[in-house]
Each structure stands twice: as structure tokens, then as C-alpha cells.
């Protein structure tokens, strides 16, 4: 669903892996980005398992660079003490054999340089890292380094074994170990294993250290989910465009945009986007990751509102219900007019207002504004006398029904309400602080709060109404660098609308560039009021033409005919200076 109509919003390609030939790769190998992280592997035997009241009898530790061993350290230490029996039934080492071989202070400074500025690494690196740092404390000397954990990332890589003990990996990974038991056997093996482990990383998405330090606390549920995202991602281009998550029936469950597709969906699967709970429940559902390359940002935003508006994905909460945009409606056509909530504009002469995005904000707007002009809400008949209503008691209404106002006079209040929801109503709301400030002083608390609701709901109100007078007003050409070299990109904007976006070589003739602003600013190309489906986007180019930055350049465009040939030539200038000149002279 959505595919034909994805190809038809722009004139790039809608790319599916369903569509083409996956690339097979080479077999994974370590992530560029760690092949340039240090790592030490280390391994201890010591006389017990308490750092504080035992000591290390054999140490060793290799150095892993670019993804290879690059130096090795390796000793057995003269602990000064008896070695325990059990200890020498597991390792071998007995005190002969230390009898005569270094203490730890001999070796301690050169073990100290060996493990500086590496990550340490070690299978349960707490244990291995507590007892480095206690036998260095004892000497006056401060160790600390980040480190790795191998049963860690071993439960998270290697998911589903029964044991995730030393033995029990190398057997599963066919891992040989020469000494099991001994420092440097261990420590061969554990050094294997992290090499393992590191060429599985592109897998998840891990191309960086600081990564691989995080991905190690990942809950287990998460890194699959990892896993499956990034081969979602796999063929994804880092370039600007829309993306569109898809479940295995094919249904877009999620559209996003990005200036980097492929950097934001893989996002997404690692949970480092806030808020977004709608899509993250639905996450295991995406089986397929389409998506659309675009010339700009801005066609990326456009695309996208258009793409959630046709699909309506269950992931996306904003947009999804423009076709019920609230407006306010005042049928000037009556006799006495009344200010209605409508989700139903008609071409009926009667006077609309919106639309809206919020119906909260429409519902406040109505009765405040019904309540501060005391404009009637019921649909009785002129003439007939009928009992006052329970709004006329409470001065709430001035009763047009039973005679009590002229039409001149209601109509004067009906004209100032719609001065106020047109956007000119500042004025007005001034008044209405000036009497909610002298009720407050005349402690008259109640009416001054009412007040205050009142005004909070009609300023919320004229702000977005003031919004869409100004965007409907923009005629102007922006221009902005193209990612191609030589090129400039051109946007045609007409009241508030993208009419037309196109890239330009800086050497277009200025005939090109004329037939272009007449086609789109002639004053017969007029376009009629917004509609439900224009006001997102109107919003959206708004807030783009705000925050464009220095390479962003705009021209406005004024009604009279001459107006376009000047905006002609200083088109023609822009393009000719070329894209650095472009974004020095930016707005």
C-alpha cells in the first residue's frame, strides 16, 4: 500500500530490497572504527577470590590493535604467601614454581605502561579488573580503565547457549585453548573470542568503542531487535529522502524523514530517539524499509506529510486525522448568526475560520468567544415567544430570541468576533486583560479567573489563526545549494504553498528563469483558501523558510508585473555567484 503513490509525489525512485538484488558482502570483519581502538586482554590466577585478601600468582595480557595482536605480556608473580591446594589442583601452579619469580611491585610499572590507553578486556572483567586495581592500590598506584566484559557481550552476540562460561563458548565457537586454566591459555582464548565478537559488530550497527561500551548493558530482548534492524538497514543510503517501515503484509506501519535515512532508521532499533511509544511497540512488526531519495529537506517534509496522510501508518501520531481539522463557522447569512464548531467547511457563503489542528484549542475558542459577546447558542425561532433560556439568566446571552437586541446591534458584536478569529483582534484581548485586572482588584476572583480561561483560549487561538494569515502571504523564491556541484536549488513558493521545486545550473539562460516565475506568480494563478489537507504543509514550509540558516537565500515577490523581471535578475545573480557566494549572502 502506498507505492504507486510514493512514486507519484516526486520524480525519484521508490527503492524496496523486494524490488531488487540484495548486495552480499564479504564475511564481516571488525568495524573500521574499532580496528583503530586499543584493546588489552587480560588474564589472572590468583591464590583466591577476594581482591582484598588474595593476590595474583600469573598474569598475562595481550594487546589487540587493528584488529590483530600487536605485543603480549606474560609472568608468573611470587605472591608471598603459600598457594592453597585447590588452587594448584585447577591451575598447576605450585609455590616451586613461583619460588624465585618476580614480585608484583618488579613488574608492576612495566604491566601499568603495557595497559595504558586500551580498553581493558577480560571474561568477567570484574573480577580481573577488581584485582588489577588492588594490587596496584597497594603500590600507591591508580588504575581504572573502561572495559569490556566477554560473558557480557557474549550473551548478547551468542544468544540461547545453555552456559556462558569460558569452556562452554570456546566449545561452541571452536575456539582452541592450549592451557586451560593458565593465564596465557586464557587469555589466548578470551583474546579470540573478543576478535570474534568484534567482527559481529557491523551486525548490530556497532562501528565505534563508545558503542560497543553501551551495547554490552543492552538488554538481551534489545540487541536482537538491533540485529534485525540493521539488516533492515543494510541498504539503506545515507542521504536525505523519506523511509517507510513496512510489516510483512506490505502495510506501511511508519513514514519518517531524515537528512540521513539510513543513520535515523537504525536509530529508531537502538531506542535512542525519545517519545515515539506509538512506533516502538510496533518496531517487531517491520519486516522491509522502503524508501525515497530527495533533492532537499523540504521536499523530504513535504513527502512525508503526504505519504502519512495516504497510507495513515498506525505509527505516526501527527497528521494522521487532517481530514477531521476542526473550523469555526459563523453562517453571517442568518438573522442572528451563532459561532459553531464544524469539521464540515461548505462553499455556502457562510464565514469560516482555520482550519485548525487541535480541537481542543477550536472547542476553548467557541465558548469563549460565545461567552465574551454573549452571541446566542440555541436554535429557536425568531418571533415566537418562548421562555428565557438558562444562558439569558445567567447574562451569558443577549436573547435575540425574545427581542431584546436588534439585529444592528448583535450583528456589531458578530463583526468584532470575527475581527478577533481573523487575527486583528489584539486589540480586543487588551481590553479584556484591562477588566480581568479590575476584576482581580475588586477581588471579584471568580469572574477574573473566567476571564482569564477566556482569554488563554481566544490568544491561543488568533496566534495560529495570525500564523496561517502570514504563510498564506508568501510569495518568494528561495534558493538554497544543491548537493550537486555547480547547482543551485530553486523554490517557488505562492501563498504560502511549494508551487514548484526545481535544480538549476548556476549557468541557466535568464529566458529559463523568467518562463519559470511567470508560470507560477501570474497574477491568473490564483489558489483558493486553505484547505484541511494544505495547512500542515503550510506550517511545514513556514517553519523551514524560519530556520533555513545562511545558505538559505529568499526573494520576495511583490504583485505589480515588473516585480518578476527584477526578481529575474536577482535570480540570475544569485545562481551566477555560485554556492559558497550563496550561503555567505543568505538571510
Given at each position: 500500500?502506498?507505492?504507486?503513490?510514493?512514486?507519484?509525489?516526486?520524480?525519484?525512485?521508490?527503492?524496496?530490497?523486494?524490488?531488487?538484488?540484495?548486495?552480499?558482502?564479504?564475511?564481516?570483519?571488525?568495524?573500521?572504527?574499532?580496528?583503530?581502538?586499543?584493546?588489552?586482554?587480560?588474564?589472572?590466577?590468583?591464590t583466591g577470590p577476594s581482591a582484598l585478601l588474595d593476590h595474583v600468582i600469573e598474569v598475562a595480557a595481550l594487546r589487540v590493535e587493528g584488529g590483530r595482536v600487536v605485543d603480549r605480556f606474560e609472568s608468573l608473580v611470587d605472591p608471598g604467601v603459600s598457594i592453597p591446594p585447590f588452587i594448584t589442583s585447577l591451575t598447576g601452579i605450585d609455590d616451586d614454581m613461583v619460588q624465585g619469580k618476580p614480585r608484583w611491585h618488579e613488574i608492576a610499572p612495566s604491566l601499568f605502561a603495557f595497559l595504558a590507553g586500551a580498553i581493558f578486556v577480560a571474561h568477567n572483567a570484574g573480577f580481573d579488573h577488581g584485582f588489577l586495581k588492588q594490587e596496584f592500590r597497594r603500590l600507591k598506584m591508580t588504575y581504572d580503565s573502561q572495559r569490556l566484559c566477554t560473558v557480557r557481550l557474549s550473551?548478547?552476540?551468542?544468544?540461547?547457549?545453555?552456559?556462558?562460561?569460558?569452556?562452554?563458548?570456546?566449545?561452541?565457537?571452536?575456539?582452541?585453548?592450549?592451557?586451560?586454566?593458565?593465564?596465557?591459555?586464557?587469555?589466548?582464548?578470551?583474546?579470540?573470542?573478543?576478535?570474534?565478537?568484534?567482527?559481529?559488530?557491523?551486525?548490530?550497527?556497532?562501528?565505534?568503542?563508545?558503542?560497543?561500551?553501551?551495547?554490552?548493558?543492552?538488554?538481551?530482548?534489545?540487541?536482537?531487535?538491533?540485529?534485525?534492524?540493521?539488516?533492515?538497514?543494510?541498504?539503506?543510503?545515507?542521504?536525505?529522502?523519506?523511509?517507510?517501515?513496512?510489516?510483512?503484509?506490505?502495510?506501511?506501519?511508519?513514514?519518517?524523514?531524515?537528512?540521513?535515512?539510513?543513520?535515523?532508521?537504525?536509530?529508531?532499533?537502538?531506542?535512542?530517539?525519545?517519545?515515539?511509544?506509538?512506533?516502538?511497540?510496533?518496531?517487531?512488526?517491520?519486516?522491509?524499509?522502503?524508501?525515497?531519495?530527495?533533492?532537499?529537506?523540504?521536499?523530504?517534509?513535504?513527502?512525508?506529510?503526504?505519504?502519512?496522510?495516504?497510507?495513515?501508518?498506525?505509527?505516526?501520531?501527527?497528521?494522521?486525522?487532517?481530514?477531521?481539522?476542526?473550523?469555526?463557522?459563523?453562517?453571517?447569512?442568518?438573522?442572528?448568526?451563532?459561532?459553531?464548531?464544524?469539521?464540515?467547511?461548505?462553499?455556502?457563503?457562510?464565514?469560516?475560520?482555520?482550519?485548525?489542528?487541535?480541537?481542543?484549542?477550536?472547542?476553548?475558542?467557541?465558548?469563549?468567544?460565545?461567552?465574551?459577546?454573549?452571541?446566542?447558542?440555541?436554535?429557536?425561532?425568531?418571533?415566537?415567544?418562548?421562555?428565557?433560556?438558562?444562558?439569558?439568566?445567567?447574562?451569558?446571552?443577549?436573547?435575540?430570541?425574545?427581542?431584546?437586541?436588534?439585529?444592528?446591534?448583535?450583528?456589531?458584536?458578530?463583526?468584532?468576533?470575527?475581527?478577533?478569529?481573523?487575527?486583528?483582534?489584539?486589540?480586543?484581548?487588551?481590553?479584556?486583560?484591562?477588566?480581568?485586572?479590575?476584576?482581580?482588584?475588586?477581588?471579584?476572583?471568580?469572574?477574573?479567573?473566567?476571564?482569564?480561561?477566556?482569554?488563554?483560549?481566544?490568544?491561543?487561538?488568533?496566534?495560529?489563526?495570525?500564523?496561517?494569515?502570514?504563510?498564506?502571504?508568501?510569495?518568494?523564491?528561495?534558493?538554497?545549494?544543491?548537493?550537486?556541484?555547480?547547482?543551485?536549488?530553486?523554490?517557488?513558493?505562492?501563498?504560502?504553498?511549494?508551487?514548484?521545486?526545481?535544480?538549476?545550473?548556476?549557468?541557466?539562460?535568464?529566458?529559463?528563469?523568467?518562463?519559470?516565475?511567470?508560470?507560477?506568480?501570474?497574477?491568473?494563478?490564483?489558489?483558493?483558501?486553505?484547505?484541511?489537507?494544505?495547512?500542515?504543509?503550510?506550517?511545514?514550509?513556514?517553519?523551514?523558510?524560519?530556520?533555513?540558516?545562511?545558505?538559505?537565500?529568499?526573494?520576495?515577490?511583490?504583485?505589480?508585473?515588473?516585480?518578476?523581471?527584477?526578481?529575474?535578475?536577482?535570480?540570475?545573480?544569485?545562481?551566477?555567484?555560485?554556492?559558497?557566494?550563496?550561503?555567505?549572502?543568505?538571510?
Open positions: 500500500m502506498g507505492d504507486d503513490f510514493a512514486r507519484s509525489l516526486t520524480g525519484h525512485t521508490l527503492w524496496s530490497p523486494a524490488a531488487g538484488t540484495a548486495e552480499t558482502g564479504p564475511e564481516l570483519m571488525v568495524p573500521k572504527g574499532l580496528r583503530g581502538q586499543p584493546f588489552v586482554v587480560v588474564d589472572l590466577e590468583t550473551r548478547r552476540v551468542f544468544p540461547g547457549l545453555g552456559s556462558y562460561s569460558l569452556d562452554s563458548i570456546i566449545s561452541h565457537l571452536g575456539i582452541n585453548c592450549s592451557s586451560r586454566h593458565r593465564a596465557g591459555g586464557d587469555a589466548d582464548a578470551t583474546c579470540e573470542l573478543l576478535l570474534r565478537i568484534l567482527s559481529e559488530m557491523s551486525g548490530f550497527g556497532i562501528e565505534e568503542a563508545e558503542d560497543l561500551l553501551r551495547f554490552q548493558e543492552t538488554p538481551s530482548r534489545k540487541c536482537a531487535d538491533m540485529r534485525d534492524g540493521e539488516r533492515l538497514v543494510a541498504h539503506l543510503p545515507s542521504a536525505c529522502g523519506v523511509y517507510m517501515m513496512k510489516d510483512e503484509q506490505g502495510h506501511v506501519i511508519y513514514v519518517g524523514k531524515s537528512t540521513n535515512i539510513r543513520r535515523r532508521v537504525r536509530e529508531h532499533f537502538r531506542a535512542e530517539t525519545n517519545g515515539q511509544r506509538r512506533l516502538r511497540k510496533r518496531l517487531r512488526f517491520v519486516k522491509q524499509v522502503d524508501y525515497i531519495e530527495t533533492a532537499s529537506e523540504l521536499e523530504a517534509l513535504l513527502v512525508e506529510s503526504r505519504l502519512i496522510k495516504h497510507c495513515l501508518p498506525e505509527g505516526n501520531k501527527l497528521q494522521r486525522d487532517y481530514e477531521s481539522y476542526p473550523f469555526i463557522k459563523i453562517n453571517i447569512n442568518e438573522k442572528f448568526p451563532r459561532v459553531e464548531f464544524t469539521r464540515e467547511p461548505q462553499d455556502d457563503g457562510v464565514r469560516y475560520f482555520g482550519p485548525f489542528t487541535q480541537s481542543s484549542l477550536v472547542d476553548a475558542a467557541v465558548d469563549a468567544v460565545r461567552d465574551e459577546f454573549r452571541l446566542r447558542t440555541c436554535a429557536r425561532r425568531f418571533g415566537q415567544k418562548e421562555g428565557s433560556c438558562a444562558r439569558r439568566d445567567m447574562g451569558r446571552c443577549l436573547a435575540p430570541c425574545s427581542g431584546e437586541i436588534s439585529r444592528e446591534e448583535y450583528m456589531e458584536r458578530i463583526e468584532e468576533a470575527m475581527r478577533l478569529l481573523s487575527g486583528h483582534g489584539s486589540t480586543y484581548l487588551q481590553t479584556m486583560e484591562e477588566r480581568m485586572n479590575t476584576f482581580a482588584e475588586e477581588w471579584r476572583f471568580e469572574e477574573a479567573a473566567a476571564l482569564r480561561d477566556r482569554i488563554a483560549a481566544l490568544r491561543a487561538l488568533v496566534q495560529v489563526q495570525e500564523k496561517l494569515n502570514s504563510v498564506g502571504c508568501y510569495d518568494l523564491v528561495a534558493l538554497m545549494p544543491s548537493a550537486r556541484s555547480g547547482w543551485i536549488q530553486l523554490f517557488l513558493i505562492r501563498q504560502g504553498r511549494l508551487a514548484m521545486q526545481v535544480a538549476c545550473p548556476q549557468d541557466i539562460e535568464p529566458e529559463d528563469v523568467r518562463r519559470l516565475l511567470h508560470q507560477v506568480y501570474s497574477p491568473e494563478h490564483r489558489t483558493m483558501a486553505i484547505s484541511k489537507d494544505e495547512v500542515d504543509e503550510m506550517h511545514i514550509i513556514a517553519d523551514w523558510l524560519r530556520r533555513g540558516g545562511e545558505a538559505l537565500r529568499k526573494i520576495p515577490i511583490r504583485p505589480e508585473p515588473e516585480s518578476l523581471e527584477e526578481v529575474v535578475e536577482e535570480v540570475i545573480r544569485e545562481l551566477k555567484k555560485g554556492d559558497a557566494a550563496l550561503a555567505e549572502t543568505g538571510d
